[in-house]
Protein backbone atom coordinates (compact mmCIF):
# COMPACT_ATOMS: atom_id res chain seq x y z
CA UNK A 1 0.00 0.00 0.00
CA UNK A 2 1.77 3.36 -0.86
CA UNK A 3 1.08 6.09 1.76
CA UNK A 4 1.03 9.38 0.58
CA UNK A 5 1.37 13.22 2.58
CA UNK A 6 0.12 15.51 1.81
CA UNK A 7 1.77 19.42 3.35
CA UNK A 8 1.84 22.87 2.19
CA UNK A 9 -1.79 24.07 2.77
CA UNK A 10 -2.28 26.86 4.55
CA UNK A 11 -4.29 30.31 5.02
CA UNK A 12 -3.55 33.15 2.24
CA UNK A 13 -5.49 36.03 0.75
CA UNK A 14 -7.01 36.82 -2.02
CA UNK A 15 -4.59 36.58 -4.92
CA UNK A 16 -1.63 34.98 -2.93
CA UNK A 17 -0.04 31.47 -4.27
CA UNK A 18 0.45 27.98 -1.98
CA UNK A 19 2.58 25.14 -3.20
CA UNK A 20 1.42 21.74 -2.17
CA UNK A 21 3.24 18.74 -1.94
CA UNK A 22 2.10 15.06 -2.06
CA UNK A 23 5.36 12.85 -1.00
CA UNK A 24 4.68 9.33 -2.04
CA UNK A 25 6.04 5.98 -0.18
CA UNK A 26 6.82 4.40 -3.57
CA UNK A 27 8.31 5.69 -6.86
CA UNK A 28 5.68 8.20 -8.60
CA UNK A 29 7.32 7.20 -11.89
CA UNK A 30 5.69 3.89 -11.97
CA UNK A 31 2.57 5.00 -10.66
CA UNK A 32 0.01 5.24 -13.92
CA UNK A 33 -1.69 8.17 -12.02
CA UNK A 34 -1.30 11.13 -9.31
CA UNK A 35 -3.59 13.78 -8.42
CA UNK A 36 -5.63 16.18 -6.72
CA UNK A 37 -9.00 16.87 -5.56
CA UNK A 38 -10.47 19.01 -3.14
CA UNK A 39 -13.82 19.23 -1.05
CA UNK A 40 -15.25 22.29 0.44
CA UNK A 41 -17.36 22.16 3.41
CA UNK A 42 -21.08 21.00 2.67
CA UNK A 43 -19.73 19.83 -1.01
CA UNK A 44 -18.82 17.14 -3.56
CA UNK A 45 -15.49 15.97 -3.35
CA UNK A 46 -13.88 17.30 -6.78
CA UNK A 47 -11.12 16.72 -9.32
CA UNK A 48 -8.75 19.17 -9.28
CA UNK A 49 -5.55 18.08 -11.80
CA UNK A 50 -3.74 14.97 -12.68
CA UNK A 51 -0.42 13.96 -13.85
CA UNK A 52 -0.09 10.42 -15.49
CA UNK A 53 3.29 8.21 -15.85
CA UNK A 54 3.70 9.44 -18.94
CA UNK A 55 4.36 12.92 -17.80
CA UNK A 56 0.70 13.94 -19.61
CA UNK A 57 -1.04 16.92 -17.16
CA UNK A 58 -4.99 17.54 -17.10
CA UNK A 59 -6.51 20.55 -14.72
CA UNK A 60 -10.13 20.96 -13.90
CA UNK A 61 -11.60 24.18 -16.09
CA UNK A 62 -12.07 25.78 -12.27
CA UNK A 63 -8.03 26.16 -12.07
CA UNK A 64 -6.99 25.95 -15.46
CA UNK A 65 -4.12 28.43 -15.82
CA UNK A 66 -4.14 29.27 -12.45
CA UNK A 67 -3.08 25.86 -11.02
CA UNK A 68 0.16 23.56 -11.95
CA UNK A 69 0.22 19.90 -11.13
CA UNK A 70 3.91 18.75 -11.50
CA UNK A 71 6.15 15.76 -10.37
CA UNK A 72 9.49 15.77 -9.30
CA UNK A 73 10.33 11.45 -10.03
CA UNK A 74 13.74 12.04 -7.82
CA UNK A 75 11.52 13.19 -4.36
CA UNK A 76 8.93 10.68 -5.12
CA UNK A 77 6.55 14.01 -4.42
CA UNK A 78 4.00 15.63 -6.77
CA UNK A 79 3.16 19.31 -6.45
CA UNK A 80 0.30 21.37 -7.31
CA UNK A 81 1.73 24.88 -7.58
CA UNK A 82 -2.02 27.36 -6.82
CA UNK A 83 -1.57 30.60 -8.02
CA UNK A 84 -4.28 33.71 -8.07
CA UNK A 85 -5.80 32.29 -5.06
CA UNK A 86 -9.72 32.87 -5.03
CA UNK A 87 -11.76 32.47 -1.75
CA UNK A 88 -13.73 29.57 -3.71
CA UNK A 89 -10.61 27.18 -3.79
CA UNK A 90 -11.20 26.84 0.36
CA UNK A 91 -11.15 22.91 1.19
CA UNK A 92 -9.15 20.83 2.06
CA UNK A 93 -6.79 19.18 -0.85
CA UNK A 94 -6.31 15.34 -1.01
CA UNK A 95 -3.12 13.65 -2.91
CA UNK A 96 -4.41 10.56 -4.94
CA UNK A 97 -2.59 7.98 -6.50
CA UNK A 98 -3.31 5.24 -9.13
CA UNK A 99 -1.29 2.30 -9.24
CA UNK A 100 -0.62 -1.35 -9.99
CA UNK A 101 -3.55 -3.63 -10.77
CA UNK A 102 -6.79 -1.32 -9.87
CA UNK A 103 -5.21 -0.11 -6.60
CA UNK A 104 -5.37 3.31 -5.04
CA UNK A 105 -4.59 5.48 -2.49
CA UNK A 106 -5.49 8.66 -0.58
CA UNK A 107 -3.89 11.23 1.90
CA UNK A 108 -4.87 12.56 5.21
CA UNK A 109 -5.87 15.77 3.26
CA UNK A 110 -4.39 19.38 3.63
CA UNK A 111 -6.44 22.43 4.84
CA UNK A 112 -6.11 25.63 2.14
CA UNK A 113 -8.39 28.87 3.10
CA UNK A 114 -8.32 31.55 1.27
CA UNK A 115 -9.28 35.04 2.63
CA UNK A 116 -11.47 37.89 0.91
Known amino acids: QVQLVESGGGLVQAGGSLRLSCAAS????????VGWYRQAPGKQREWVAS???????FHADSVQGRFTISRDNAKNTVYLQMNSLKPEDTAVYYC??????????WGQGTQVTVSS
Open 96 to 105: TALYGVNQSS
Open 26 to 33: GSIFSMTA
Open 51 to 57: ITSGGSR
